[in-house]
């Protein structure tokens, strides 16, 4: 197949209509299989894309709140909800190799705090929950039986304060993101509504 440069002289929607057969026709042909990759190409980068990604999470004060730099770049399928939405489109705009800080507020990251989803129980309540202690997490069931995380908040001799808020609601967020790879993803991962291995290989 030509090269881009080798075609400029003969922009390919300007001749496209060359009849198919003659003298014309492999240069037709090389246009046709030209154009049916530059649809391609644009084609990709409108679908799913499986995007690997270092990062570093901390909060306003700088402090470290998680990052990937100790083990493997974190990788997801796009569109699926993995990671938080305002996080994805930066992803999804960047170059392998890029980086970037990307800023999010309270509400574009694990949402404002609710001094509502605080909730006391008896001591009694958890006592069977051994060496509880506060920072513990419990799995629980909300009103209509959706899995809650409820962190013990304090303890006192009577009663446990239990929150209901993700451990990051109302903190500020800056992720500082490298870009590590970006490939299509394969079928089979997109009906598997996940990312694969390398090269969309099965690991699980
Ligand atoms: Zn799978």
Redesign the pocket.
Known sequence: MKRRSDLSEAPPWGTFSLSPSGAKNSQSVQIFLWISELLGYFGRMSTTQVISFHYTLTDPSGKVLDSSRESEPLQFLSGTGAILEHLESALLKMKVGDKQRVDLKAEQGYGVYHEDRVIEVERAQVAHLKDLKVGDQLAASGPNGEPVVLTVKSMGFEKVSLDGNHPLAGVDLSFDVEMMETRPATA??IE?G?A?GPGGH?H?
Request: without cysteine; negative net charge.
């Open positions: 089979e991962e598997h996940h694969h099965h699980h």
